[in-house]
């Protein structure tokens, strides 16, 4: 595929962005974030000017107009989820990841289909519902190629524990062709989720020596390709360190509105993770535009504003701490308890932490991620009633954007986390979660309340997967 196909990549209207925003004044940083507050997203000019803020005056109100629009529209809930990695096997040589393919150091490892059955098991008596499938970007043979991903969600799938089921896969795997994107959309996954990495090309070429993944533009419009072949849930990430984070943050604006203009609708989720060790990549120890944590907050600040619809979703690679400080800048989906090692959750057919990605930052589990939540109020939400009952992409957002979703989100969120309570927590969790429930229920519109007790009513009394 050739740069023309992907015109609406334009370096050169990202810089100009970027050169104007650098003589704004704070006037103009007020106006942004006062149409940050209706709620409508920003322009890819508006961000820019964002991206320029430097006063601790002016950063501070950035921060309170992303907790305002997260509460707006997200209130207190917060998705888990955990990744499951199958395979660390890889083919591409991208200098920054652990699972590079001339990393001799790291164990490889392919899980057969009853490994990811047990890893499948120990997540969900951990009391995930949620899971986001990863395998290095090389589907040995020996698995079946390609069809050893479809093996693999149908092996997830077919797990039922006394105490659940995963309820929904999303995937995170390298570029496909239009017709393996339908295989995935028939397999019933949720999100299918890629990270460019960078949109600063030459930063690009430099990072990413060979392999499938050294081709920028196969990459770039992988996500076309899946909407094209009816995926209409896609998530889209950078990784922030490689290049300037305010070059890739305006670009990956532009690939959102490139999906909007051609397919109606934008990504459904955004990540953000930023780079860290990994063993046998020696840049990643020295990313070459390492991101500070203020700007790190800064970036999750402004995408809330920016694209006030779309969830953020942040990993264990950061600590415990920055995880928790970003939780009222606009997250709105985290990971708990993860392990990127093939076989982490189980110990099989691993070699623990020496075959993982990327060192972890937050080791917590998914109680104790939990229980901090509820102890801060919030609501860990294990829901995914919107996927099952096909309220997704444009008919996700028909509802988002007038402010209904809460009306589903809300009960589904306090009934999901109730079943939890009841199923996996410690007392002194539950008793704080019981707590979160109530203060939750009192803030709710009446509608949602009254459908939540409705709700609750019926897990207490011993049913399970009450959604609206």
């Given amino acids: 595929m050739n740069d023309e196909a992907n015109a609406w990549l334009n370096p050169d209207v990202v810089l100009a962005a970027l050169n104007a925003a650098a003589s704004q004044d ?7 974030l006062q149409k940050a507050r209706e709620l409508k997203g920003l322009t890819l000019g508006e961000v820019a000017v964002l991206s320029r803020i430097e006063s601790a005056e002016l950063m501070q109100e950035l921060f309170d107009t992303a907790c305002h629009v997260k509460e707006q529209i997200y209130g207190r809930r917060m998705v888990m989820f955990a990744p499951l990695y199958i395979s660390n096997i890889c083919g591409n040589e991208c200098v ?14 392919a899980l057969n289909m009853e490994q990811i059955r047990r890893e499948t098991a120990q997540l969900i008596e951990q009391g995930h519902k949620r899971l986001l499938l990863v395998a290095g970007e090389g589907y040995p043979a020996s698995r079946g190629g390609f069809n050893y991903i479809l093996d693999a969600i149908q092996a997830i799938y077919q797990v039922a524990e006394a105490r659940g089921t995963i309820r929904r896969v999303n995937v995170n795997v390298a570029p496909l062709e239009i017709d393996q994107y339908r295989a995935l959309h028939d397999a019933g996954i949720g999100t299918y989720q890629l990270f460019q990495e960078t949109y600063h090309r030459p930063t690009y070429a430099a990072v990413h020596l060979s392999g499938a993944k050294k081709d920028f533009d196969w990459r770039v419009s992988a996500m076309d390709r899946a909407m094209q072949a009816g995926i209409d849930d896609v998530g889209i990430g950078v990784l922030f360190g490689l290049a300037d984070w305010r070059f890739d943050l305006l670009s990956m604006m532009q690939h959102i509105a490139h999906l ?12 953000v993770p930023r780079m860290e060790p990994a063993a046998g990549a020696p840049m990643s120890e020295r990313p070459p535009a390492a991101v500070s944590d203020l700007d790190f907050k800064k970036i999750v600040a402004i995408l809330r504003v920016a694209v006030p619809y779309t969830g953020i979703i942040m990993s264990t690679r950061e600590s415990a701490q920055m995880r928790r ?21 189980t110990d099989e057919g691993s070699s623990g932490a020496a075959a993982g990605q990327f060192q972890l930052g937050d080791h917590r589990s998914l109680e104790e991620v939990v229980a901090e939540l509820a102890s801060l109020n919030y609501i860990p939400s294990f829901c995914t009633a919107c996927y099952r009952l096909g309220r997704t992409g444009q008919d996700f957002m028909d509802i988002a954007k007038p402010g209904l979703i809460r009306l589903k989100c809300d009960p589904n969120a306090v009934t999901t986390f109730q079943e939890y309570l009841i199923d996996f927590a410690d007392s002194a969790t539950r008793q704080q979660g019981e707590e979160a429930i109530a203060t939750q229920l009192a803030a709710m519109e009446p509608k949602a309340c009254r459908a939540s007790e409705r709700m609750l009513g019926k897990i207490r009394a011993g049913k399970r997967d009450v959604y609206c």
């Fill in 96 to 109: 920054y990841c652990a699972f590079r393919s001339t990393n001799k150091a790291l164990p490889r490892n």
């Fill in 325 to 345: 400080e970003t939780y009222a800048l606009g997250v709105s989906q985290v990971s708990a308890g993860s392990r990127t090692d093939p076989g982490g959750y």
């Fill in 260 to 271: 909007e203009e051609r397919f109606g609708v934008g990504c459904h989720t955004v990540s």
């Fill in 26 to 32: 704070a006037g103009a940083v007020r106006e942004v």
